[in-house]
T-cell receptor, first 113, second 112 residues
Framework: GAGVSQSPSNKVTEKGKDVELRCDPISGHTALYWYRQSLGQGLEFLIYFQGNSAPDKSGLPSDRFSAERTGGSVSTLTIQRTQQEDSAVYLC???????????FGSGTRLTVV | QQQVKQSPQSLIVQKGGISIINCAYENTAFDYFPWYQQFPGKGPALLIAIRPDVSEKKEGRFTISFNKSAKQFSLHIMDSQPGDSATYFCAASKGSNYQLIWGAGTKLIIKP
């Protein structure tokens, strides 16, 4: 597609439930990133995929968080047993190379009640 | 050494004034320095970027100034407009094979 597409745009979930957030990157972009942005804060790196290489999971805050990228394209970020502190905007970005030209989606606003 | 330090955290500028946001880095291997602009409810978008072989890059009202010896770079917004009100992020990378390292962001408000 023309841009990075994320769904849903908003998600309200009850504490303890699992959620799945989806990212559809720009076609041909081999690198895909997930970030978390709390209200008024900066970008917190979560996980990074590059082609067929093993993902860099160094930013995942706990084992409740996981992500996969199928066929080098669509990615899903899963948060299990959600907690209120998980409430944030989850942003996905893709790029042709690692360090240049990131294109971000509009994010998924997750609210855990 | 991997950090990019951004200041100020927030900035209020009168319409028509010059907005200046600064970033500093330690890693001399960084060779790509972009600025991203983020409006509420949207993801950050690439605004302008510079490589260390030039000291300044200008695109319209936006200018990056780069000081290699001081390991600093800054974003200047000339004739600031209310529509420039947004959060600005600086970043750096060691090139196309490494991830961007992000500054903490600056919330810019342009007062009419």
């Amino acid at each position: 597609g023309a841009g990075v597409s994320q769904s849903p745009s908003n998600k309200v979930t009850e504490k303890g439930k699992d959620v799945e957030l989806r990212c559809d990157p720009i076609s041909g972009h081999t690198a895909l990133y997930w970030y978390r942005q709390s209200l008024g804060q900066g970008l917190e790196f979560l996980i990074y995929f590059q082609g067929n290489s093993a993902p860099d999971k160094s930013g995942l805050p706990s084992d409740r968080f996981s992500a996969e990228r199928t066929g080098g394209s669509v990615s899903t970020l899963t948060i299990q047993r959600t907690q209120q502190e998980d409430s944030a905007v989850y942003l996905c970005a893709s790029s042709r190379g690692q360090g240049v030209g990131y294109t971000f989606g509009s994010g998924t606003r997750l609210t855990v009640v | 050494q991997q950090q990019v330090k951004q200041s100020p955290q927030s900035l209020i500028v009168q319409k028509g004034g010059i907005s200046i946001i600064n970033c500093a880095y330690e890693n001399t291997a960084f060779d790509y320095f972009p600025w991203y602009q983020q409006f509420p409810g949207k993801g950050p978008a690439l605004l302008i970027a510079i490589r260390p072989d030039v000291s300044e890059k200008k695109e319209g009202r936006f200018t990056i100034s780069f000081n290699k010896s001081a390991k600093q770079f800054s974003l200047h917004i000339m004739d600031s407009q209310p529509g420039d009100s947004a959060t600005y992020f600086c970043a750096a990378s060691k090139g196309s094979n490494y991830q961007l390292i992000w500054g903490a962001g600056t919330k810019l408000i342009i007062k009419p």
